[in-house]
């Protein structure tokens, strides 16, 4: 098509608006691709159209999903800026390409992951959109066919996490059995890890009152969680419970140590006797346990069991 066609621009912002008022914000949905500019299939095109044009391709997206993460194809560089700097994430669909293949327009070997990817993030300034937005990657060919080609595996997925990427799309296919362990040691790093190192609180509240609690958490991942999750503690027993949030925002936990020191209300609904403490992250929309965390304790309905209270 002409980007640059008015009625191009008109019909196609249209159906874009239509899906993001339909879809934006769905809780099955996880990431949206900015398509229309680039080279393959996310925004298939012999050619760019002019800078502008491009800019008000990405506008139509960045209006349409204020909710659902946004990703920014790859491609063009001065696009990628753009969108990131618009709050999208970015993706590459082609990782692990290491081929020695010669091309003869550059008179030279190329391949994505030596001579594109690593050079492209720093021109384009995008080293540190990981903070606040997603990484996706997507294999170029499938891990069975780095093997076959004897592409160095370790180097591949390192890199990988050197992106601080949080989704990978192997395109549904079995890992080669050698590679079991690097791509078991690779799931535990990529995105959010979280776990409890220590929760402190007092052996005794009261109904109605404030509780001191101070949380020692630590993400053993390279990126944070982008979705507002809950932070909450529940007092548990088999007779009664009651959940209390703490104000705590867990998409700014990047990895590392994470302190949370403040004051739970324990509340006046529940009688005073012995209850368990248990700690969950909540989805903000149905309220329930969301994120599996790396610890022991866990409980059928998503809760982790940290230790003994007594209300009075």
Not at 50 to 71: E, G, M, N, R, Y
Not at 254 to 264: K, Q, S, T, Y
């Amino acid at each position: 098509p002409d980007f640059a066609d008015p009625l191009y621009m008109r019909y196609w912002g249209d159906l874009v608006s239509a899906a993001g008022k339909r879809y934006d914000g769905h809780p099955y949905l996880d990431t949206v691709d900015i398509s229309s500019v680039g080279y393959w299939g996310e925004g298939w095109s012999d050619y760019m159209p002019a800078s502008a044009v491009q800019k008000a391709l990405i506008d139509i997206w960045v209006q349409a999903f204020k909710h659902t993460p946004l990703l920014m194809n790859f491609d063009q560089q001065e696009a990628l800026a753009y969108g990131t700097e618009q709050g999208a994430g970015w993706r590459l669909d082609c990782l692990g390409d290491m081929r020695s293949q010669y091309w003869e327009s550059w008179h030279r070997k190329w391949s994505h992951m030596l001579d594109f990817y690593p050079l492209q993030i720093v021109r384009a300034g995008i080293q540190d959109v990981w903070q606040r937005s997603p990484v996706s990657l997507e294999t170029c060919w499938v891990p069975g066919y780095w093997k076959e080609q004897g592409w160095d595996v370790d180097y591949i997925l390192n890199q990988a996490l050197r992106w601080h990427v949080s989704s990978v799309n192997v395109k549904s296919t079995a890992i080669p059995p050698e590679w079991k362990k690097q791509f078991d040691e690779f799931q535990k790093k990529v995105g959010y890890r979280f776990i409890l190192r220590r929760l402190e609180y007092p052996q005794r509240v009261k109904v109605g009152a404030m509780a001191p609690v101070s949380m020692w958490w630590l993400n053993s991942g390279v990126a944070p969680v982008y979705r507002e999750y809950g932070l909450a503690i529940q007092f548990w027993s088999s007779a009664a419970s009651a959940v209390t949030r703490l104000g705590v925002d867990v998409r700014k936990w990047l990895p590392g140590d994470a302190v949370v020191d403040g004051n739970v209300y324990v509340p006046e609904t529940l009688k005073g006797g012995t209850y368990r403490v248990r700690v969950a992250l909540l989805d903000p929309r149905t309220g329930q346990p969301a994120i599996k965390l790396a610890i022991e304790g866990r409980q059928p309905e998503g809760w982790y069991d940290i230790g003994e209270i007594v209300v009075e």
